[in-house]
């Protein structure tokens, strides 16, 4: 019943709504070209359904699809998170929550793959961004709301989910992916390790910002700063981003002054300065991006870019630079995109019509590095590996793997050691 209605609601979104605080008759065509003209149209839509339709409504899931529509219409991040899914959603942010492990946004054919996170069952499926993922155990999710395909996603632990995936990157036809749903755990530093001791270059990757990302980011660079290394690579490649402020603050450990990040929107402007007083500023850095490198990741490059702190190495990111607030809304809460994020030095981060066109979106790195479909996959399943063997390794108090050298990263070792050298007395 929900699927039928959605696929109803959009055009009549706005007059659902209305209805409850106007509580109109039907309306006359008098002013049919008046100001007022969506509201009666509406109202009478919304009574129309309820009294002709050929089956009897619940008018909660009539409202439920009426705000869903609204914001539907405006981009993929604004929505409004139900009641029953308001729990999933503050853990997301906390530190852990059930699923397959993948960033979603909707898309004409279902589902586009901003970013599979960092060992979850899709990472580990070789589940990649860009991927299509059209149907969920044979329910085609085209016309689905982005809440509705999320319900089908996830589910009890332990138990499994087929998605239908479209890689359309490489123009293969779509296949059939088994996942095992599972706690997915949100470690977002991993793979601290000092990875070339000759040279003094230690690596870190952080899978996604939380709001204990600082805290992590700390914890793991402090024995490579003991260990003294002179240069540091930071992996924010499929990293989804997540918290403005944990973001901000990651980029602030580097940057003494001047500004990180800037919103702009309808209504209010901000700035988000540099605050440390204890900024690293003589540690030369990499960061590693590509297409999975989204929102709050772009921050911290865009940031570091900018100020020249640190190069960039591989692909465009993803661009997605919009800024969402939730407020409680009735039983649940209202998510709705309201600014731009924008570079120190005012770049807009956001992929739009006009961004898109001019291949302006995202950060563009200082050293492009690109990987095929082949090393790509080889890359995933690279970390995937080492993850497991870290976590059997902090078991037995072993030295952890190094990481996996794929081109990208050795262009960035190469950089850095060069760098270094020339810096050399």
């Not at 219409?73 to 604004?78: F, T, V």
């Not at 397959?100 to 580990?124: C, H, N, W, Y």
């Not at 001791?197 to 230690?202: D, H, K, L, R, V």
């Not at 772009?298 to 407020?327: F, N, P």
Request: hydrophobic share 40%.
């Amino acid at each position: 019943m929900r699927k039928q209605l959605t696929a109803i609601i959009p055009a009549l979104a706005l007059g659902a709504l209305l209805s409850l605080v106007l509580h109109r008759g039907p309306p006359d065509d008098s002013d049919a070209r008046g100001p007022d003209r969506w509201d009666k149209l509406l109202v009478e839509g919304r009574r129309r359904i309820l009294n002709e339709y050929v089956e009897d409504i619940d008018e909660e899931v009539l409202y439920q699809g009426a705000i869903d529509g609204m914001l539907e219409a405006l981009d993929p991040y604004s929505q409004y998170i139900h009641q029953e899914d308001v729990l999933a959603f503050d853990q997301s942010f906390d530190g852990k929550y059930g699923g397959v492990g993948i960033i979603i946004e909707k898309s004409s054919q279902g589902l586009e793959v901003v970013s599979p996170m960092v060992d979850t069952p899709a990472f580990r499926a070789g589940i990649m961004p860009g991927d299509q993922v059209v149907a969920v155990d044979g329910f085609p999710l085209a016309e689905a709301s982005i809440n509705e395909a999320i319900h089908r996603i996830k589910g009890p632990m332990g138990t499994s989910v087929q998605l239908t995936v479209l890689p359309i990157r490489s123009g293969e036809s779509t296949r059939i992916v088994t996942l095992e749903r599972a706690e997915i755990p949100l470690q977002s530093v991993r793979g601290s390790t000092v990875i070339d001791s000759q040279a003094g270059i230690g690596f870190l990757r952080i899978t996604a910002f939380q709001r204990n990302t600082p805290e992590e980011f700390d914890a793991a660079l402090q024995p490579l700063l003991e260990a003294g290394i002179r240069g540091l690579i930071i992996d924010l490649r499929n990293n989804p981003g997540g918290s403005l402020r944990a973001s901000a603050e990651i980029a602030d450990r580097f940057v003494s002054s001047g500004v990180l990040v800037s919103t702009r929107g309808r209504n209010e402007a901000e700035e988000w300065p540099a605050r440390s007083q204890n900024a690293i500023e003589d540690l030369p850095l990499m960061v590693l991006i590509n297409a999975g490198s989204a929102s709050a990741s772009e921050i911290v490059g865009g940031a570091l870019q900018d100020h020249r702190v640190a190069q960039l190495v591989g692909t465009r990111s993803y661009g997605k630079g919009s800024v969402q607030r939730t407020w409680d809304l009735g039983d649940g809460k209202l998510k709705l995109t309201v600014a731009h994020y924008f570079t120190p030095n005012g770049r807009l981060l956001h992929k739009t019509e006009a961004a898109a066109e001019a291949g302006t979106w995202g950060l563009e790195p200082d050293i492009v590095v690109e990987l095929s479909e082949e090393e790509e996959r080889a890359r995933i399943e690279a970390v995937s590996r080492e993850e497991l063997e870290r976590t059997k390794a902090a078991a037995t108090g072993d030295p952890g793997p190094e990481p996996f050298l794929d081109r990208q990263l050795q262009a960035a070792l190469d950089a850095l050691r060069a760098r270094l050298a020339a810096e050399t007395p």
